[in-house]
């Protein structure tokens, strides 16, 4: 996660001001510098006039691609929405460049949009709640019914309750 080699482009987080994200990719756009802001449709906010709400999928944070050693990224630090690069230390933070095209390989080509994945569950699936306000809580895949949710067995209050919950509020139970 170091710093690769100075003159080769390299991918690096950096940190902005709150909801001023896409304003700082385009200020840093306009200045030259090749940046990516994932953004993505928020499944867990409401939807407002019948259109889902996008929003970065890494809140305060954009990527740009520079070489540190020849680019400058002083610029960087005082563009418009921007607080500066991550940075561990003196040490500027390297972002792994497959972690980048990973994203890039989920943007969706008409919207730009990240669309995650849809990895089902099966029935019997060892699951653990994130999210909601089941959030903490393991549980037991009852029925995968598509990508909209899944039907679980929680453990409340002594007995198992059969509860629907969306597939982005679990995850595989460690």
Not at 60 to 89: E, K, M
Not at 116 to 128: K, S, T
């Amino acid at each position: 996660m170091k710093s690769g080699n100075p003159t080769l482009p390299q991918w690096y987080a950096v940190y902005t001001k709150p909801r001023r994200e896409l304003a700082a990719e385009q200020h840093l756009s306009r200045q030259g510098f090749e940046c990516f802001l994932p953004r993505a449709c928020n499944p867990t906010r409401k939807v407002v006039r019948s259109k889902p709400r996008v929003e970065p999928l890494f809140p305060r944070y954009l990527f740009v691609r520079l070489a540190l050693g020849l680019d400058n990224s002083a610029p960087i630090r005082s563009t418009q929405g921007v607080v500066g690069l991550v940075r561990f230390g003196q040490q500027t933070v390297r972002v792994p460049t497959p972690i980048i095209e990973g994203l890039l390989e989920l943007r969706d080509l008409e919207t730009g949009l990240v669309k995650p994945r849809f990895e089902p569950f099966d029935a019997g699936d060892r699951v653990q709640v994130f999210d909601g306000p089941f959030a903490g809580l393991d549980a037991v895949v009852d029925e995968p019914c598509g990508e909209k949710r899944v039907m679980v067995l929680l453990d409340i209050l002594g007995r198992q309750s059969r509860v629907a919950v969306r597939p982005n509020q679990v995850r595989p139970a460690a």
